[in-house]
Structures are given as structure tokens and as C-alpha cells.
């Protein structure tokens, strides 16, 4: 089993930044391709961005393609994921999601493990 917890959550306003952070525990963390998806309220959860197993690659919705960087550091078992030029629209729940040696996987489908999520709120 693998545990992931979300935060840095929270309310910006348009333009502004955020920086969330995914914390695994229960498994070797470097074994796990993880990625970011969100879900607002009544629609379906999009895949946002994912980060291979090294960190060396890296892919993304084109809806936050040149606005938000995902990274990892192994040494501490955490994911991150650096959001600028926040809009409205992205206003949602932010989950992190694992999956065992996969190379980069970009559906929910794809994906083992979930953590229970953060909000984040732009406000216009």
C-alpha cells in the first residue's frame, strides 16, 4: 500500500502562484510514476501533469502546459506540483496519484494509488 497526502491548497487570486506538495509513505517511492489530476465540481477529473519514475520526464495537459512544473524529490518521498499565471478555471480539487513501474501514465485509469486531495480556489 502506498499513502499520499496532499497540501498547499488554498485561495490566490488570478495571476497569482501556488505550490502543492504530495507526500508518499508505505513503499519505495522511486518505484512509483506519479501524477496530478483534478476534479471541479460537476465535471469529470482531468489528468493536470506526470513525472516519471527519475523525475526525468515529465508530461502535461495542454491546458496548463508553460504554467505549471511537476517535480519530485525521491530523497523525501514527495511530489510536487508548481502552479503560476493561476486562472479561474483552474479552481478544484488537486489529487496525486502513484502507479507502480508504469513510465508516465496520463489517465486515471492508469493509476493505483490516490490521495484524498487538496482544494485550491482562484479567485477572478
Known amino acids: 500500500q502506498v499513502q499520499l497526502v496532499e497540501s498547499g491548497g488554498g485561495l490566490v487570486q488570478a495571476g497569482g502562484s501556488l505550490r502543492l506538495s504530495c507526500a508518499a509513505s508505505?513503499?519505495?517511492?522511486?518505484?512509483?510514476?506519479m501524477g496530478w489530476f483534478r476534479q471541479a465540481p460537476g465535471k469529470e477529473r482531468e489528468f493536470v501533469a506526470a513525472?516519471?519514475?527519475?523525475?526525468?520526464?515529465?508530461g502535461y495537459a495542454d491546458s496548463v502546459k508553460g504554467r505549471f512544473t511537476i517535480s519530485r524529490d525521491n530523497a523525501k518521498s514527495t511530489v510536487y506540483l508548481q502552479m503560476n499565471s493561476l486562472k479561474p478555471e483552474d479552481t478544484a480539487v488537486y489529487l496525486c496519484?502513484?502507479?507502480?513501474?508504469?513510465?508516465?501514465?496520463?489517465?486515471?485509469?492508469?493509476?493505483?494509488?490516490w490521495g484524498q486531495g487538496t482544494q485550491v480556489t482562484v479567485s477572478s
Open positions: 508505505g513503499r519505495t517511492f522511486s518505484d512509483y510514476a
Open positions: 513525472v516519471s519514475r527519475s523525475g526525468g520526464s515529465t
Open positions: 496519484a502513484a502507479r507502480f513501474r508504469v513510465f508516465m501514465p496520463t489517465t486515471q485509469n492508469e493509476y493505483d494509488y
